[in-house]
């Protein structure tokens, strides 16, 4: 190898080296239903207004993959949906992701670009977004009917999170006697139904517990 040769290898790695972009990264979980923004700031005193860009999936060599959303540096110039917003103050360097009304489809990678000019320049910020379905608790339950060792209750149907509820925890509980000396009984079943259930070869304090409530 030539004294050029050897020289220049090392020269070439470290100029490599320097051209390698920094992405910086965070990560988001989110309930299904609930609003969620995506952080992106650059100084716009510093570099004037500029355009601006989020797209889902990890940040390409140019541009945003799969872009959601554009700005001028001053307003909104496109976006795949109205869901997708910039809510904060873009001529001050705020370009920041709102998603209005998350889905379960919505996770994934989202990268934001801010087109700084000059080489390798760009300011480029990844979060990764997990949206979970979160289901309530069943609202109004009642019990609907006593029978002998079997009790039925209702209840109203809910949201379902936008995942689809397989089964239902009920527990029914009482507590008897004085304070220093109760009786506990406690009973959980898991349910099919969306909207009732029967409890059945229960104690026969928990249904003279029930009759009376």
């Keep these: 190898m030539t004294p050029w040769g050897a020289r220049f290898l090392p020269l070439c790695g470290s100029l490599l080296f320097l051209l390698q972009d920094h992405v910086s990264s965070g990560n988001i979980i989110a309930a299904v239903g609930t609003d969620v923004t995506l ?5 716009a005193q510093k570099y004037g207004r500029l355009y601006g860009c989020w797209g889902r999936g990890a940040i ?10 554009r700005s001028d540096g001053i307003s909104v110039v496109s976006r795949q949906s109205e869901r997708y917003l910039l809510m904060g103050d873009i001529v001050e360097g705020d370009v920041s992701l709102t998603i209005r009304q998350v889905e379960e489809s919505d996770s994934g990678i989202y990268g934001c670009r801010v087109e700084i000019p000059g080489w390798f320049n760009d300011h480029k910020h990844e979060q990764k977004l997990t949206v979970v379905a979160v289901p309530p608790s069943p609202l109004k339950v009642e019990v609907k009917e006593v029978k002998e060792r079997t009790v039925t209750v209702q209840w109203s149907p809910v949201f379902n999170g936008g995942r689809p509820i397989t089964s239902y925890m009920v527990q029914l509980k009482n507590n ?5 000396n109760k009786t506990h009984h406690h009973i959980t079943v898991a349910c099919r139904l969306a909207s009732n259930c029967t409890l059945s070869s229960l104690p026969l304090s928990i249904l003279e517990y029930c009759s009376s409530n």
């Design 39 to 43: 952080r992106c700031n650059y100084d």
């Design 60 to 69: 390409p060599s140019r541009g945003c993959a799969n872009e959601v959303i």
């Design 176 to 180: 008897q006697g004085s304070l220093r």
